[in-house]
C-alpha cells in the first residue's frame, strides 16, 4: 500500500522516458520538460514507451529516491492529457501501479468544497 501526506502532489510525464535515465536524467525532465521543481517533494512519474515500466522519483528531504517497477506481462496504462504534464490523484497513482485500468474507473459523486462551490444565500 502507498501511503502520501496530504500536500503532495503527483506529476505524470505524458512523454514516453528512456528507463536508462537515473537520478540526474529524470530530475532534468522534471525540471525542463514538466516544468516543475524536482525538489518540491512531489512525486514525478515516468513510464517508457511499451508502458511496462514505471519510475517515480521523488526528494526525500535529504536526496533524491527513486521507485522502479517493471512488469512481467501487461502495462501501465497511462492518462493522456494536454502538454508534457498531467497531475493525477494519489489513489489514482495507486490504482495505475495495481494495475487498475483508469479509463474504466467511474468516480461517484461527493461533497467537495472545491473552488466551484458557491455558498447558497440563507434565506430568512
Request: hydrophobic share 40%; aromatic share 8%; charged share 25%.
Amino acid at each position: 500500500m502507498l501511503t502520501l501526506s496530504a500536500g503532495i502532489r503527483v506529476f505524470v510525464c505524458t512523454r514516453a522516458a528512456d528507463m536508462r535515465k537515473g537520478f540526474d536524467g529524470l530530475s532534468a525532465l522534471a525540471g525542463e520538460v514538466m516544468r516543475q521543481d524536482p525538489l518540491s517533494g512531489h512525486l514525478f512519474v515516468f513510464r517508457n514507451r511499451r508502458g511496462d515500466r514505471l519510475k517515480v522519483l521523488y526528494w526525500g528531504g535529504d536526496g533524491l529516491c527513486l521507485w522502479y517497477k517493471r512488469l512481467e506481462a501487461g502495462t501501465f496504462e497511462m492518462r493522456q492529457g494536454e502538454g508534457t504534464c498531467v497531475e493525477m490523484s494519489q489513489a489514482e497513482l495507486s490504482m495505475l501501479i495495481e494495475g487498475i485500468s483508469l479509463a474504466r474507473v467511474q468516480r461517484r459523486k461527493r461533497f467537495s468544497l472545491g473552488l466551484s462551490h458557491k455558498p447558497q444565500p440563507v434565506m430568512a
